[in-house]
T-cell receptor, first 116, second 116 residues
Framework: AQSVAQPEDQVNVAEGNPLTVKCTYS??????LFWYVQYPNRGLQFLLK??????LVKGSYGFEAEFNKSQTSFHLKKPSALVSDSALYFC??????????????FGKGTHLIIQP | ETGVTQSPTHLIKTRGQQVTLRCSSQ?????VSWYQQALGQGPQFIFQ???????GRGNFPPRFSGLQFPNYSSELNVNALELDDSALYLC???????????????FGPGTRLLVL
């Protein structure tokens, strides 16, 4: 079975500063990793994913994530935060078992607050 | 915004009743997954349908059931509602991508269910 940990319930960053939202995972086999963002009263919006290849993945709205196999981490980053980046961020891992799809396993989410 | 739509947006039921939630997939997608997101938690995988067959299921009891139709739209049915079923129910559609076949799931806005 797979699992995802987002160790910070909330991250506060000043506008214009770089931001990092942390994620670690546990999965048997190859990790397929995702980041989603959720705005209030909305569904989840896809940001980026890692399947294979380069460890630095670029996604929507200037976000990127760094895959680190030895540390089993997939931290979300952005060089310069915007107030509009304030939202709830979810890291997820996809697993497959016994010929069936396991779906995405999500972390509990991290509230990102960008202060003007 | 994704092309995934869900209905209704909100629903109030009483304990013991049955409920049906609906989802229309994004054009070209043949896979639908359902998730339950309790307040303050990450989404939890309920099940996935591919070409009208269930091909993966999370840790949910049989009173959670589903259907997928030839046009790839889907229903989630929950029987004998319990208070703990109160949550945001998210539908996601996808289609296999590339050799790895690890698709990106695109989420609808969700249906918020309140069980009294």
């Amino acid at each position: 079975a797979q699992s995802v940990a987002q160790p910070e319930d909330q991250v506060n960053v000043a506008e214009g500063n770089p931001l990092t939202v942390k994620c670690t995972y546990s999965v048997s086999g190859n990790p397929y990793l995702f980041w989603y963002v959720q705005y209030p009263n909305r569904g989840l919006q896809f940001l980026l994913k890692y399947i294979t290849g380069d460890n630095l993945v670029k996604g929507s709205y200037g976000f990127e994530a760094e895959f680190n196999k030895s540390q089993t981490s997939f931290h979300l980053k952005k060089p310069s935060a915007l107030v509009s980046d304030s939202a709830l961020y979810f890291c997820a891992v996809r697993g497959y078992s016994g010929g069936g799809a396991d779906g995405l396993t999500f972390g509990k989410g991290t509230h990102l607050i960008i202060q003007p | 915004e994704t092309g995934v739509t869900q209905s209704p947006t909100h629903l109030i039921k009483t304990r013991g009743q049955q409920v049906t939630l609906r989802c229309s997939s994004q054009s070209g997608h043949n896979t639908v997954s359902w998730y339950q997101q309790a307040l303050g938690q990450g989404p939890q995988f309920i099940f996935q349908y591919y070409r009208e067959e269930e091909n993966g299921r999370g840790n949910f009891p049989p009173r959670f059931s589903g259907l997928q139709f030839p046009n790839y739209s889907s229903e989630l049915n929950v029987n004998a509602l319990e208070l703990d079923d109160s949550a945001l129910y998210l539908c996601a559609s996808s289609s296999p991508e590339g050799l790895a076949g690890v698709e990106t799931q695109y989420f609808g806005p969700g249906t918020r269910l309140l069980v009294l």
